[in-house]
């Protein structure tokens, strides 16, 4: 029976984009049979160990690991929900009760009254039915709406200072009890969580709350957590591509057979082609002319585009940077080296020239800036990359401009952060721009450094 559980936790994982091999599933096998299965921690921590290779994948790891070994609990359903009064209260059910036993749970250090409290919280409020597709995000959304969760730590602050506090301790009691109002949001999902499995199976509960890889979330979707989670993703990641492609350029140096200089090598050896010699590659560097969409839809998008590229700076051998909404200004003064991204992102929306009418993203008249004003310093050595979705506002995309810029350049490519189902729906044109571009879908870091690869290789 565990083994079939272990068996499909590992095949989650996989479904999940975590890379594990046959050898580490043997891994994990031995590694369990040292712990006490009753231990949850250490059964944790043993997986963890053996199957997760990149801190970037112990999110998605996490979640698997919380469904398929669940605390397997029959759900009670002996006690009415609207009879029960909640843990921690001194009297029936109602507002003043319930704050009652959230402020006992809260203020107290009893894990098992902050547990017994989210159970009552998913059985009272979350209204959860047998076989009904809903995901858990909505039960956890009402069985927390009823706590007032910000306003009892601020209040049970209050009470404190009465006592005289000084700053360092009012400080630690605030983080101390925002600790458990975390403890007891996550109490909750996994009751909500457990009743899932209880119902439908780990199987199907997997599939619903599969957490992708952080370099496979979508950047225009992301919530604010898993945008901080891909920051910090990113320079890892950079750092590595960056390796990879400085030693791929070392390796590619040795070009073709060089026949003459091989024959005339082998002269030393009677004529026999003892030592064969290749032409020397003197591989170039290309110049990278980045034109990035800052308006309201394109900003995330054009944050971690400007993010990625700026940190590969290294494999270009020149990198000049520009934005645009209806209007198009260089910025790459704002972006040198020692200065702080986020004070240049500050900069950029403060003071870079980009609103022209209306601010909303005419891309006809960007170009036509960008080509007026730079027009000359496309050369063939020339990579030009323009970073938006291609939505005009229904206004001219003057594709006529992008031809005469691919006409210049060594390339010229069109990173969309959109499905590509989407292109070419409402005011997306990218079907007029993409005989003149190398067009990518460009969604996740993943996608964004394969394309990297491909410029710099």
């Known amino acids: ?16 984009g975590i890379p594990v091999s046959m050898v580490e599933a043997i891994d994990s096998m031995e590694a369990i049979r040292q712990i006490d299965l009753s231990d949850r921690d250490a059964l944790k921590a043993s997986l963890g160990a053996t199957l997760v290779k990149n801190i970037r994948h112990y999110g998605a790891f996490e979640t698997a690991f919380e469904i398929y070994f669940a605390l397997d609990r029959a759900v009670s359903e002996e006690i009415e929900p609207e009879q029960e009064t909640p843990p ?15 402020t006992a749970a ?23 039915e047998k076989g009904r597709p809903v995901g858990g995000t909505y039960y956890l959304y009402r069985a927390l709406r009823p706590f007032d969760l910000d306003g009892v730590v ?36 996994a009751e909500v969580r457990r009743r899932l499995v209880a119902d439908r199976g780990r199987e199907a509960v997997a599939t619903t709350l599969r957490a992708a890889p952080l370099e496979d979330r979508d950047l225009m979707h992301a919530t604010r957590e898993e945008l901080a989670g891909i920051e910090r993703a990113l ?80 494999q270009f051998s020149r990198l000049r940077s520009f934005a645009f909404i209806d209007g198009l200004d260089e910025v790459t003064g704002f972006f040198s080296p020692g200065v702080d991204f986020e004070d240049a992102i500050s900069r950029l929306h403060e003071e870079a020239e980009v609103l022209w009418f209306d601010g909303h993203s005419d891309y006809g008249h960007s170009l036509e800036i960008f080509w007026e004003r730079y027009g000359s310093e496309v050369t063939s050595r020339s990579t030009v990359i323009v970073a938006g979705d ?30 590509r189902a989407y292109w070419n729906t409402g005011d997306s044109v990218m ?27």
Not at 157 to 181: C, K, M, T
Not at 284 to 293: A, G, H, N
């Open 88 to 102: 921690g209260a001194s009297s029936g059910p109602g507002g003043g009760s319930l704050m009652e036993a959230l």
């Open 235 to 314: 320079h890892p990641l950079t750092r590595k591509l960056a390796a990879r492609l400085a030693e791929r350029r070392r390796r590619g140096r040795v070009g073709r057979l060089d026949f003459r200089r091989t024959v005339r090598r082998s002269l030393s050896t009677g004529g026999v082609l003892l030592e064969p010699k290749f032409r020397v590659r003197k591989p170039s560097r290309p110049d990278i002319m980045l034109l990035s969409d800052i308006s309201g839809s394109m900003a995330t998008f054009a944050r971690f585009t400007l993010q990625f590229v700026y940190a590969m700076a290294a």
């Open 154 to 189: 601020e209040r049970l602050v209050e009470d404190a200072e009465g006592r005289g506090l000084s700053a360092i301790e009012e400080r630690l009691l605030r983080e101390a009890l925002q600790a458990r109002v975390r403890e007891f949001r996550e109490q909750v999902r």
């Open 1 to 16: 029976m565990f083994l079939d559980v272990l068996t499909g936790f590992i095949q989650e994982l996989r479904a999940a």
């Open 106 to 128: 809260l203020g107290s250090r009893d894990d098992s009254l902050l547990r017994a409290l989210a159970q009552y919280a998913v059985r009272r409020f979350a209204g959860m």
């Open 431 to 457: 079907r007029v721009y993409e005989p003149f571009s190398r067009a990518f879908e460009v969604r996740t870091l993943r996608q964004l450094g394969k394309f990297v690869e491909q410029v710099t290789s």
């Open 390 to 419: 291609a939505r005009t506002n229904y206004r001219d995309p003057r594709p006529d401009l992008l031809a005469e810029i691919a006409s210049s350049a060594r390339s010229v490519y069109w990173l969309n952060p959109e499905p």
